[in-house]
């Protein structure tokens, strides 16, 4: 790692979310650690360079010496402190629920049929990005360099700027970013971008989410200047210069792998098999979600079966379905429809010692999600848009070598770093999804073995360690022509013929 990941300069990491949930258990106010790749990555960071993690604690409830004390015990022997931002009821409802993900996730994934853009969501956003610079402000020093995460404080950077900031700072967006015929029906489409170029470096997933964005601000900046090439480059707006970069995020790969070696699980991932006999399981693991492609999936499933017969007795699909904001009507509709295509197809095919699919709607332990991974032959990752999607290399990290295959969505993020590798599929085609099902189940064990050779050599290669030390190299190097061009993915002409 550089010197940045190393020491020196302190990191002040912003995100929604503190690495930590404050809640009431029994009546006593408690923490429950955060997990993930971004929380094990960044803590070490943090750690080396006595950092700070600004966020929501998860409550608007606990009182501020309680809520202080549990995020002090939190960090005890961590290195780091965390400093809480207060969100209330309505900040909840309009900047969380509202803008967030009635505004900005919908239409960010190509879905603006799904947008309610009301007016008091920009207000809310606003006012909430505005009190996490409130509280970056109260916390930080000169010298500091801070890393701003995801489409819920874009405008967080511009209100650092306003209150005279000079510190370095980055934003790292985890979600795609749209093309400009989508991005344009935001009606506050031009301040927003506006926001975004006050950053010293912006971080996309893709080269095409990078793309999308750049077609954009030269609408507000037709003098828009771009120099060099490859993975992080640098754009003139007027008198401002910034760094815009594609950084793909990674897992902790080393952990998925070791993980799924472990006893616990090893046993766990035999007894489904053995509940299944004789089957090759699909796997579908996704947060209730309507980009996910679920139902979609179901229909490209039952396509499968209808289309090859074969496929009876010999395949079972596991979708486990996550609970997520179920108190949104559009997300307890989705439920709904995913309950009743299940129950119609597994009415249509079901037979004596066969349910084709099994449908599962909770969360998982980590010990259960990684059998899982273990356990199943193919994994059916199928989203209609996905910033990266870690499940993926999850999957790939975790399944044994030599006989598993993964089908892979064209429009996750995933998919130009893993092309070689999955087998890649439009999820609008149910056709397609089909066939690609059938090939998987009979695709022999050196194919097998080579093509997931491939993906677990890259998610090893690019982790989510690799992941923190490009990004804050992005930011401090003098040089970027160390920064390689990425990989992109473009889909293949079908040939035709006349």
Known sequence: MNDMTQGGDRLVVVSNRLPVVVKQVDGQWTFIPGSGGLVSALAPVLRNRGGIWIGWPGTSDADPATLSGLLREATRHSGYSLKPVALDQRDKEDFYYGFANEV????FHDLQSHCNFAPRY??????????????????????????????????????LRAQGIAARMGFFLHIPFPPLDIYMKLPWRFPLLRALLEYDLLGF??????????????????????????????????????RV??????????EFARGSKAEA????????HEDLPGRQVLLGVDRLDYTKGICHRFEAFRNALQRFPELHHRTTLIQVVVPSREDIPKYNALKME?????GEINGQFTQSGWVPIHYIFRSLSRTELLAYYRACEIALITPLKDGMNLVA???????????SVLILSEFAGAAAQLQKGALLVNPYNVEEVAETIQRAITMGPGERRARMHKLKRFVREYDIFWWVDSFLRAAIAKDLSNFPVPEEYVPHMETISL
Not at 104 to 107: A, K, N, Y
Not at 123 to 134: M, T
Not at 393 to 403: D, Q, W
Request: charged share 25%; glycine share 6%.
């Open 265 to 272: 699980v090893v046993r766990k991932a035999r007894e489904l």
């Open 245 to 254: 970069g594609t950084f793909p995020i990674g897992i902790d790969y080393q």
């Open 338 to 342: 995913m309950e009743r295509l299940v």
């Open 205 to 242: 997933q893709t080269l095409r989410d990078r793309r999308n964005f750049l077609q954009c601000v030269r609408l507000i900046a037709p003098d828009l200047s771009v120099s060099g090439k490859g993975q992080v480059i640098t754009i003139r707006v007027g008198n401002r210069e910034l």
């Open 393 to 403: 290399k999850e999957f790939c990290a975790a399944t044994p070598e030599n006989n």
């Open 104 to 107: 900005i996730w919908p239409l």
């Open 122 to 159: 920009w207000d809310a956003y606003n006012r909430v990005n505005r009190r996490f610079a409130d509280v970056i402000m109260q916390n930080t020093r000169p010298g500091d360099f801070i890393w701003i995460h995801d489409y819920h404080l874009m405008s967080v950077g511009q209100e």
